[in-house]
T-cell receptor, first 113, second 114 residues
């Protein structure tokens, strides 16, 4: 099994619909992140969580919300999807402290029509 | 503001040629530096990292990077590329502190041609 699992892998949804992207990890790490990737823009941080009770906004949190259901689970919701939220979404996890890289999931490709 | 700049959005090269992908970061007292690779339709995979010590860091698949503090750079190199190296490469910097989130560059698409 993958260290970080994202579901679904692909999703097409209509404008205005609520959608949830799920992420679970088996690394046992406290920190989890949600990024979105757009062509030419790299990865931008949406939300991050340092533990179950600590959730923080990233640089582009508007239009998104998150839930940290357990140490291993971190979900991203789009309350009312809009076309410019069409992107590739990545979940990641890391140990606490600075000098560590992240382990990424395989991504969820979301299309809002 | 803390930032990461990848100077080339696309780099086309021929197979077996050397390649350098450039990355600069905004100056800071201490940084941790990373290169990630994203193959088509896949997630990001750690290629190599610099935390401290020797400024030349070796990673997977024959890649290496050199940390240059005076030039605030962390360029990625490979002496001879293969078709299979075709991918997007991301430089990332952790500026440390209590949060220590990774900041990513916009990526460089490496296209290796036969």
């Amino acid at each position: 099994d993958a260290d970080v699992t994202q579901t679904p892998r692909n999703r097409i949804t209509k404008t205005g619909k609520r959608i949830m992207l799920e992420c679970s990890q088996t690394k046992g790490h406290d920190r989890m992140y949600w990024y979105r990737q757009d062509p030419g823009l790299g990865l931008r941080l949406i939300y991050y969580s340092f533990d179950v009770k600590d959730i923080n906004k990233g640089e582009i949190s508007d239009g998104y919300s998150v839930s940290r259901q357990a140490q291993a689970k971190f979900s991203l919701s789009l309350e009312s999807a809009i076309p410019n939220q069409t992107a590739l979404y990545f979940c990641a996890t890391s140990p606490p402290g600075s000098p560590y890289g992240y382990t990424f999931g395989s991504g969820t490709r979301l299309t809002v029509v | 503001a803390q930032s990461v700049t990848q100077l080339d959005s696309q780099v086309p090269v021929f197979e077996e040629a050397p390649v350098e992908l450039r990355c600069n970061y905004s100056s800071s007292v201490s940084v941790y530096l990373f290169w990630y690779v994203q193959y088509p339709n896949q997630g990001l995979q750690l290629l190599l990292k610099y935390l401290s010590g020797s400024t030349l860091v070796k990673g997977i698949n024959g890649f290496e990077a050199e940390f240059n503090k005076s030039q605030t750079s962390f360029h990625l190199r490979k002496p001879s590329v293969h078709i299979s190296d075709t991918a997007e490469y991301f430089c990332a910097v952790n500026y440390g502190g209590s949060q220590g989130n990774l900041i990513f560059g916009k990526g460089t698409k490496l296209s290796v041609k036969p």
